[in-house]
């Protein structure tokens, strides 16, 4: 019991520290602390200037994890993400030299801005949390955990993300505009300085995964096992749904539930987790149908349009 207020406790401080820099998105920032915890990656898509960059930054800088940027551009290699073998000559071997990836926490600005050939670099990390360079693994580090951020409305010069890549992240993220209250706050923070300049860690990197363990003892009843299935079948049998989320989609939705439960102080998930949670980790994975694009209708509406009809564990209707 202890392990997990401390956890509890802990989870929070990150969500306060996180929270100096990022003003009035609380919501946004306790989802991305979740998927850490759950040891997923996660995808920031908004518009410019919103701050998905700094999200990405404050959470690095709160855990103390070892941080590291990578700005994809069109002309950018697979190596020079994962690094590559170097001839030494004093020693007539070949030499790794890491890249960027071999990090803890690893901020993929403009994902969508490489070509598929260097997107593709990322699929074994996120998923294997290791790299192959010719034919020889390495492990990366631990924590690892990949933060990308991407423009949806910019679609010159950039190259759609494939699905297989975009069910390797754990949930989806929108920041959106702030509200004219929360901007003038935001201009006030920034005046003599900027805020994530004075930002120091609240927990160890280790914290991390002690705290990814201790939520894995959350209990998950059956009944909310199969309303977690129940969703994510109902997503492939819904009208506007071209592809509906895999079984990976619904292994992620219980682990953010497991950690959202303990975040929220509690041993076991309930059926509130799921609906709380079910459209950032699932709304990405789902590939709407031409008619849905024509009337307007988005991946969250069409997720809640599941959720409402999808019994509810213990809900009997009338």
């Known amino acids: 019991m202890e392990d997990r207020q401390q956890a509890q406790t802990l989870i929070e401080k990150v969500i306060e520290n996180t929270s100096q820099v990022i003003i009035g998105k609380k919501s946004a920032i306790e989802l991305s602390v979740i998927a850490l915890f759950s040891r997923g990656h996660i995808l920031i898509e908004d518009v410019p200037g919103v701050g998905k960059t700094m999200l990405a930054k404050s959470i690095a800088k709160s855990t103390g994890c070892e941080f590291k940027r990578l700005q994809f551009t069109p002309d950018m290699l697979p190596s020079d993400i994962t690094g590559t073998n170097v ?12 890249g960027p990836i071999m990090s803890q926490m690893v901020l993929v600005d403009e994902i969508n801005r490489a070509t598929p050939k260097t997107q593709s670099a990322l699929l074994e990390a996120m998923e294997e949390h290791q790299i192959s360079i010719d034919g020889v693994s390495y492990d990366l580090p631990t924590p690892f955990m990949i933060l ?4 949806p409305i910019e679609y010159e010069g950039t190259f759609p993300l494939p699905e297989a890549q975009l069910d390797r992240f754990l949930m989806r993220i929108r920041l959106g505009y702030p509200s004219t209250e929360q901007t003038v706050e935001i201009l006030g923070s920034q005046q003599y300085g900027h805020p994530i300049d004075s930002l120091g860690s609240v927990i160890r990197p280790a914290d991390i995964i002690s705290i990814a363990k201790t939520a894995m003892t959350t209990h998950l009843d059956d009944r909310i096992k199969q309303y977690i299935v129940a969703i994510v079948e109902g997503t492939r049998q819904t009208e506007h749904i071209v592809l509906g989320a895999s079984p990976r989609a619904a292994l992620d939705l219980a ?4 950690t959202y439960a303990l975040s929220k102080g509690r041993e076991y998930a309930i059926p509130d987790d799921v609906k709380h949670l079910a459209a950032p980790v699932l709304s990405h994975r789902i590939i709407l149908d031409t008619n849905a694009r024509i009337q307007g209708v988005n991946a969250e509406q069409v997720i809640q349009t599941v959720l409402d009809h999808t019994l509810v564990p213990g809900y009997k209707p009338n």
């Open 87 to 98: 001839y030494n000559q004093s020693s007539s071997n070949f030499e790794f030299r890491p």
């Open 148 to 151: 990308a951020t991407q423009n």
């Open 255 to 258: 682990k953010a539930c497991q």
